[in-house]
């Protein structure tokens, strides 16, 4: 199995690289492939000394499942050319989400899409991600209404040039990738505005979500907040459930919920949080408890490393899926 890697110089790349030595992720050759800027750069993978190579049409030759991770404009055009080689693209950029030919996977809660694909399988965007894999167990229980995502969205969701923002910023320096400073601050903005006042991140939200879940008329609405976190994003979650339901069954199902853990414990002060949460595999949940201003409504607080379980993890999943 030849394994390609495309944007292995960037933040989820590297985590791609991490990822795959931590799990023994089996491969016969690895061809790591950037722009012209990192090529000739050299990578340790599994101990081995790589060099980046630069990023051609040429690349897909031989390859047999690549990992893409820069950019949606790279993927929108070299996307297609791997697939048309003969490889399987699993693709970290949002330019293939919400093509009805592409599935869109998240292994704990939709791994049967996965065989749907055309050589191209699509990595949902991160906050969704952390966010379905907490609402899978109270859609199969209970059934779902309505849905109110806010999320925190740590810098590194921007790549790099998100971390040095903050980073630069906390010294007293001016932004260069966000429009406003983030060091001290929160921009409720992510990505551009949509014609509904909405922003992408928080459409991409909204629909990823319905498809994921195979639930196309699920009510959900979304606001994206950038907050001066380094790393791991956090989503507060009102949930409107479709019957009643008793607390003891919704900690029962979420503690048995796959990829979840249920960190719920006030009285010692135990929630999730995004320093705990980064470095690590699992999507944390707690707040849990009862929305009082609806009917059948619940409300979770939901932290995740948008890095690992947001980005190279579940992309690596979906790769062990095949
Ligand atoms: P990043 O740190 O800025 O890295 C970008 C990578 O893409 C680098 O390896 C870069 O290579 C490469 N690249 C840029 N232009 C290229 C070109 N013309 N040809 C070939 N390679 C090129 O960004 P990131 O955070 O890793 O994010 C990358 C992608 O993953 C984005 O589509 C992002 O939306 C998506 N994603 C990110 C997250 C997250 O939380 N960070 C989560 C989900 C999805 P050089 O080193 O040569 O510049």
């Known amino acids: 199995m030849n394994l390609a890697i495309v944007g292995a110089t960037g933040n989820v790349g590297r985590e791609f690289i991490k990822v795959i030595e931590q799990r023994g992720f089996k491969y016969d050759d690895l061809r790591l492939f950037s722009s012209a800027r990192s ?3 050299c990578v340790v993978v599994n101990g081995k000394e790589f060099i980046v190579e630069e990023l051609t ?15 949606g404009d790279i993927s929108k055009t070299f996307a297609p050319i791997f697939a048309e080689k003969g490889a399987l693209v699993i693709d970290n950029s949002s330019a293939w989400r919400m ?22 399988i699509a990595n949902p965007n991160c906050s969704t991600i952390q966010s379905v894999v907490a609402l899978k167990p109270l859609q199969d229980a209970f059934g779902i209404k309505r849905v109110v995502f806010s999320t925190y969205q740590a810098v590194s969701g921007a790549g790099m040039a998100g971390i040095t923002d903050l980073e630069q910023g906390l010294l007293g320096k001016p932004p260069a990738n966000f429009k406003h400073p983030i060091a001290g601050n929160l921009i409720p903005q992510i990505d551009v505005f949509t014609d509904n006042g909405y922003t992408k991140e928080e459409m991409k939200m909204v629909l990823e979500t319905r498809k994921i879940m195979g639930l196309p008329n699920l009510r959900v609405t979304a606001t994206t907040v950038r907050v001066p976190v380094l790393n791991s994003h956090s989503v507060s979650m009102n949930v409107e459930l479709e019957s009643a ?10 503690r048995e919920g796959a990829g979840l853990v249920v960190q719920d414990d006030p009285a010692s002060r135990l929630y999730p949080m995004p320093l705990n949460a980064s470095g690590t595999d699992e999507v944390f949940v707690g707040r849990i408890r009862r929305d009082e201003s609806v009917e059948f409504g619940l409300n979770l607080w939901c932290v995740a490393d948008n890095i690992r379980k947001g980005a190279a993890l579940n992309t690596v999943q979906i790769a062990e899926l095949i």
């Open 99 to 120: 093509d009805p030919a592409v599935p869109l996977v998240v292994p704990e809660v939709n791994p049967q899409d996965a065989k749907l694909h055309k050589g191209i």
């Open 245 to 254: 339901f008793d607390m003891a069954d919704v900690f029962k199902v979420l």
């Open 57 to 71: 049409e040429g690349a897909a030759d031989g390859i047999d499942i690549a990992l893409f991770s820069a950019g």
């Open 39 to 41: 090529a000739g750069s």
